[in-house]
């Protein structure tokens, strides 16, 4: 009874706000920047990349691990964003909503990591470098991608030669392709200065 009594005498909960506060905008995005794990890979379309490795062979597994999430969650928390569920999370009141691909089959390209993914052009993706490299590639020019990724690998170091591998016939990625060659000795150097040089993967 004590309990019904109370539910009826508490305030209504806010409801949920989507599109997200701009107050909660800029706070994520200030978060995203003081960790070195996580980055706004891009603002425009909303690409919130996470700390992978430093150097890859083309052939490794393109995903976010466990540690990876976790990391996330962890720094997330403090803005009221929880994970709802296996793949997505959210602040109700802020409108705050994040989106985490499932994974795919072990070859598959990493170009294709959010095309089953569900998401409104307000909600953010959480994706590898890799992938959010991809997302770049595929949501710019070339020369507006080739800027936005020379930042990129300086931060988050990116499985370049699997992305080469999976370029298509198209237009934009035959453009695109050279650009490789350009990012490949700007990442090289990134990971042998500070701060790349001594980090480790999430395990």
Same mark, same amino acid.
């Given at each position: 009874?004590?309990?019904?009594?109370t &539910?009826?005498?508490s305030?209504?909960?806010?409801?949920?706000?989507?599109p997200?506060?701009?107050?909660?905008?800029e706070?994520l995005? *200030?978060?995203l920047?003081?960790?070195?794990?996580l980055c706004l890979?891009?603002r425009? /379309?909303r690409?919130v990349?996470?700390f992978?490795?430093l &150097?890859y062979?083309?052939?490794?597994?393109?995903?976010? #691990?466990g540690?990876? @999430?976790?990391r996330?969650?962890?720094? /997330? *928390?403090?803005l009221?964003?929880?994970?709802?569920?296996?793949? @997505? =999370?959210?602040c109700?009141?802020?409108? /705050? &909503?994040? !989106?985490?691909?499932?994974f795919r089959?072990?070859?598959?390209?990493p170009?294709?990591? /959010?095309r089953?993914?569900v %998401?409104?052009?307000?909600?953010?993706?959480v =994706?590898?470098?890799t992938?959010?490299a991809? *997302?770049?590639?595929? +949501? !710019?020019s070339?020369?507006a991608?080739v800027a @936005?990724?020379?930042r990129l690998? %300086?931060? !988050?170091?990116? #499985? =370049?030669l699997r992305i080469?591998?999976?370029l298509? +016939?198209s237009? *934009?990625?035959?453009?695109?392709r050279?650009a490789?060659?350009h990012?490949v000795?700007?990442?090289r150097?990134?990971v042998?200065?500070?701060p790349?040089?001594?980090?480790?993967?999430? &395990?």
């Open positions: 009874m004590f309990r019904r009594l &539910r009826w005498m305030p209504p909960q806010k409801p949920a706000r989507h997200p506060d701009p107050e909660a905008e706070a995005a *200030a978060v920047d003081r960790d070195p794990y890979a891009d425009g /379309l690409l990349s996470v992978d490795d &150097r062979d083309r052939a490794d597994m393109d995903m976010l #691990n540690p990876m @999430r976790r996330l969650v962890a720094a /997330l *928390a403090p009221g964003v929880r994970q709802g569920s296996g793949s @997505r =999370l959210g109700p009141v802020t409108g /705050l &909503r994040l !989106h985490m691909p499932k089959a072990l070859g598959a390209s170009f294709d990591a /959010l089953d993914t %998401r409104a052009p307000t909600d953010y993706a =994706l590898t470098p992938q959010a991809c *997302a770049i590639i595929d +949501g !710019h070339t020369d991608a @936005r990724l020379e690998v %300086r931060q !988050h170091p990116v #499985n =370049l080469f591998d999976f298509d +016939g237009p *934009a990625h035959q453009a695109f050279p490789i060659g990012l000795p700007i990442q150097e990134a042998r200065r500070a790349l040089k001594d980090r480790r993967a999430l &395990r």
